[in-house]
Structure formats: structure tokens, C-alpha cells
């Protein structure tokens, strides 16, 4: 029995949904995060936040080692019902499966965020909190400075559970972490 919680909510009852559910195809016809057992509409993107997200999903695979692969827009499995949608990740390529709809937090080795107007305390605040929770090693934050992407790095530091500034990229992002990459930043918003 599915029951319509809000307009941009639908909870399966009783007791919400799992990221079996995903995993088995659920779908409620648009697109959304699982939080708590529910699926929660995503928010309408930007031209800016999708030129961004596909161009530099593409600078980054040029450079992806082949351990790895980098994939847009795939949930990730916090918990049981709980599997936010980063718009890129980092993943271990054995565990990025053509059939997956869903990976597992201990593969992701990065997971970036691409701020809009209608994610800002989202992606700054609450995302960077999850997927620190979740362990994963390294977070990005993608924001709008003059249509011109600037990204903030981030690294895990184990002792405190937290995210560590790393650097600030205008222009120019040259980082070795994950892994090796020079990618021009001008012009993948326009």
C-alpha cells in the first residue's frame, strides 16, 4: 500500500521503505533519495548544476585510474534506509556493476556535491555530515561563483570523524586526492 505523505513524499507502509526496495526496482516515477524509509523528491537541477555535473564527471574520468570508476547521480547505501544520491561518486570499479542501482558506502573512495539554490544547506551542511558518518575518505563541494564552478576539497580525518578542509580550486583543480587530476574549472558552467 503506498500512502502520499506530502507532495514530494511517498512512504510505502507499513514501516517505510529499504534499499532492498531499490535495489528491486521501486520506483515512484521521479527522482529521489531514500531517507528514513522515504522516498524524497530531488530537487529540480539548475542548466549551471547539469553542465557542471556532466562535464566534469567527464574531465574526471580522463583521469580516473582503472581501479576505479567515476558514476553520476547513484544512490549510495548508508543504512538500511537510507541512500542518498550524490551527484558524482568515486567507487571501487569492482564494485560498480552495469545491473547495480545501488553501491555500498565502503566502496565509495569520493562523493561530490554540486550546489544549486534550492540544495545550499543540504549539500554545505548536511550531506558533508552523512557521508562523514559513512566513511567516506573524501568530499567535494561544488559552488556557483560567477556561473564559474569553484570546488572545496575535502579529507575524512579518522580521529574526529569529521571532514578537514583541503583546498580551495578556482580556475584550476590539481589535487592527488583520490587521485591524480588537473582540470581546467573555467568554462564548465557556460
Known sequence: MTVIA????IVTAPGGLTV??????????FRFELEDGVAVMMAAATLWHNRVLRRLAVAMETHCPAHLSVEVEQAIEITDDFAPVPDIVVVDRAAALPEENVLPKSAITLAVEIVSPST?????????????????????????EDFEPVAYTFRLDDSTGQYLPTDVHR????????FEMRIELIGLGG
Open 6 to 9: 506530502e507532495p514530494h513524499q
Open 20 to 29: 532492498a526496495d531499490l535495489r528491486a526496482g521501486y520506483d515512484p516515477g
Open 120 to 144: 545550499r544547506r543540504k549539500d554545505r551542511m548536511i550531506r558533508p555530515m552523512d557521508y562523514a558518518r559513512a566513511g567516506i575518505p573524501y568530499f567535494w563541494r561544488i559552488e556557483p
Open 171 to 178: 580556475k584550476l583543480l590539481e589535487t592527488s586526492e583520490p
